[in-house]
């Protein structure tokens, strides 16, 4: 009975990957699946993750198109993780959208340009069609740029100091599960000693440690 439920047990630890599907908005989903007992790295869970979307967007019968895809290795107390972002979009879909983003991208950029032929004029008192006002316009332009260019790398910035703080906290994790592992062996270590010590000469005894349980055989 004991060994079979500790089988039992073991089973259920072992266990499979598994999956859940959230909407993160109106046209994209998230995926995050956790590994089973024997998974190291994040592998299985992404297999996971993309079992579980495909059967996801073959319900709505448009094709998948797979986005942010981050993953997590098992650790002390915790499993391997996957998190995938996604979108069940067609090919028709996509273009249409693709193109709704560069006619959104080209009023930005006629927007940016109307300022600065205003700014150029109104503000630094330039005359249109000079070389004075087009080297405005070229300025401001070239300023508009750069800001777009830092913004981006301050996002990609903000992005690896995320990733890594969340790298330092698993480690910080790993380390005071270790710490609290060896913790516990020191104290059944000593409590084996104690029990040793006290036993009646003559008489064998051995002690286990299981966790956080010290038991002694006498014979």
């Avoid at 060994?3 to 993160?24: N, W």
């Avoid at 979009?89 to 009023?107: G, H, T, V, Y």
């Amino acid at each position: 009975m004991r060994v079979l439920l500790v089988t039992m047990t073991f089973m259920t630890l072992a266990g499979c990957a598994s999956g859940t599907i959230s909407t993160l908005n109106e046209e994209h989903y998230g995926c995050r699946a956790t590994g089973n007992f024997f998974d190291f790295s994040g592998e299985t869970a992404i297999a996971e993750c993309r079992k579980k979307i495909d059967q996801f967007c073959q319900l709505t019968g448009a094709p998948t198109v797979i986005g942010k895809t981050a993953s997590e290795p098992s650790g002390y107390g915790r499993y391997a993780t996957a998190d995938i972002d996604f979108q069940c979009i067609s090919a028709k879909d996509a273009e249409l959208k693709q193109r709704q983003i560069a006619e959104i991208k080209n009023q930005q950029m006629k927007a940016v340009i109307q300022n600065a032929k205003s700014t150029c004029q109104q503000d630094f008192g330039f005359t249109p069609n000079t070389p004075e006002f087009g080297n405005c316009l070229l300025q401001i332009q070239r300023q508009s740029i750069e800001h777009e260019r830092e913004q981006s790398a301050q996002a990609a910035s903000d992005e690896r100091s995320e990733a890594a703080l969340a790298q330092q906290r698993r480690e910080a994790s790993d380390r005071n599960a270790m710490g609290a592992m060896q913790m516990l062996n020191d104290n059944n270590n000593k409590a084996i000693d104690r029990i040793n010590n006290r036993v009646t000469p003559g008489i064998n005894c051995t002690s286990y440690s299981y966790g956080s349980t010290v038991q002694t055989n006498c014979n």
